[in-house]
């Protein structure tokens, strides 16, 4: 018996612990893990006895949150039998990934010689502190720039901007006017002009070299050359043809004489319309407004550089000139006052709101233009139509080509050439065309002339 209880003893004392150890389950896991900010996390535990598999009844208290950092527990239970095993993993959420900097422009950029590099911008970006823009340092040296940032967690970025110190752009050359020209044989060339710019000089229009072999003495094509160089030896030339040919001889009635005639000025446009004629020689004819007060140095250079100062209106308001006769002359005489005013000079060269043919005028007073029409030449005016129509003031007010072609493809040598076109603001369409429309007139032919008070008129047909 008493052996019994000896070995009985060696059982409960040796054993059955060891029995114990190698039937209760335990649980693997690494007890500390790293892991990335805002990453996902995959738990990795498993539970096993000498007998089985007792990973599935283990019961996870998992709390982490990678969207913040910090350190986290996470607590692994297995009930067995009267056991409870339990055990501990610790995760820390770190912030590991360096900061990004994104440089403007590149991380190479080229400046002008001899000039000082200026910020073309930078951003810093973090996955945890998200713009840290504010918090970039930067290390200036002549040749390159250093961006340096850290985060939060102490992840440093650093990224470098090389500065090339060279021009290697060509200077720009523009020429005012046509790039190609025709003149009539013994006629005189005049330079229409051109500017020049370089991205690191600025203006070199002063350093431009023209030159110029245009012989007007004999037919032929001709170049002009203009050449230009920058502070680094960059040169461009650009070319403008000329051609020279001999003057056509037309016959006919009025020999395709040519009047140019602008309405509704003057504007901020006109100057450039009468520094264009200038340099063409040719005359215009312009129909005024009441703007004439608010341009009265512009009327002044148009009268006397040779052009004629038309009236056209005072108001250009159609219900008010065209509800009675006596608003009509009102209206007129206000123009007449007006520009008396300025160049001491009565027109009595005139043109209708709209034309003599206008059918607007029966909204108002049923055949008043009738009545004006010979009221008008009763006073001693002259009043002219068109019958070469730009299109200018309808459909083709922003179409320099189709206005160039409306007039030139309705020119004519067996008649006078009345070409309505408008200077008033808005209208660059038939400042860009006019230069092509005198060029082409000059080469076919065409001569030019002002409407004055004993001109032939041209007139519409009255159609109220």
């Not at 970039?136 to 940032?149: G, L, T, W």
């Amino acid at each position: 018996m008493k052996k019994i209880l000896q070995i009985l003893m060696i059982f409960l004392t040796i054993l059955l612990p060891i029995m114990i150890i190698f039937t209760v389950p335990y649980i693997i896991v690494d007890k500390h893990v790293l892991i990335g900010y805002n990453t996902d996390f995959v738990d990795k535990y498993e539970a096993e006895s000498l007998f089985g598999d007792y990973t599935n009844q283990v019961v996870v208290e998992n709390k982490v949150d990678t969207t913040k950092l910090g350190t986290y527990d996470i607590y692994y239970k297995l009930k067995f039998g009267p056991f409870t095993i339990v055990d501990k993993k610790e995760v820390e959420v770190v912030d590991t990934k360096k900061p990004t900097i994104e440089l403007t422009k590149g991380n190479e950029v080229t400046v002008c010689p001899n000039t000082k590099y200026v910020e073309d911008g930078y951003k810093a970006i973090d996955d945890y502190d998200k713009d840290i823009t504010d918090k970039v340092e930067i290390i200036s040296d002549e040749n390159e720039i250093k961006y340096r940032v850290s985060d939060s967690s102490g992840n440093l970025e650093e990224v470098v901007r090389k500065i090339n110190y060279a021009d290697s752009e060509k200077p720009s050359i523009s020429l005012k006017g046509k790039a190609e020209i025709t003149l009539y044989k013994n006629t005189k060339y005049v330079e229409s002009g051109y500017t020049a710019s370089d991205n690191c000089d600025g203006d070199l229009t002063s350093k431009v070299v023209v030159e110029n072999n245009v012989d007007t003495t004999k037919t032929g094509s001709y170049e002009v050359k203009y050449k230009v160089s920058d502070s680094s030896s960059n040169e461009t030339i650009v070319s403008r043809k000329v051609n020279v040919i001999n003057r056509p001889v037309y016959s006919g009635p009025n020999d395709g004489v040519i009047y140019l005639t602008f309405d509704d000025g003057p504007s901020n446009l006109t100057s450039s319309i009468l520094e264009l004629l200038d340099r063409q020689n040719v005359k215009a004819t312009f129909f005024v407004t009441s703007s004439v007060n608010n341009y009265p140095s512009v009327l002044k250079r148009a009268y006397n550089s040779g052009h004629s100062i038309a009236l056209h209106t005072y108001t250009h308001d159609y219900g008010y000139v065209y509800s009675g006769v006596d608003n009509y002359f009102n209206d007129l005489q206000k123009i007449d006052n007006a520009v008396y005013n300025i160049i001491g000079v009565h027109s009595k060269v005139i043109r209708f709101p709209g034309g003599s043919s206008n059918t607007i005028s029966r909204n108002y007073y049923n055949g008043i233009m009738s009545i004006l029409t010979q009221e008008v030449v009763n006073r001693g005016y002259n009043y002219f139509d068109w019958n070469v129509d730009s299109n200018d003031a309808g459909s083709d007010i922003n179409n320099s080509n189709n206005i160039y072609n409306n007039v030139v493809n309705n020119l004519s040598h067996t008649k006078s050439n009345v070409i309505l076109m408008h200077d008033s603001s808005g209208h660059n369409a038939t400042l860009n065309a006019l230069e092509g429309i005198i060029e082409y007139a000059k080469a076919n032919g065409y001569t030019f002339a002002t409407i004055k008070s004993d001109t032939s008129p041209v007139r519409h047909g009255v159609n109220n």
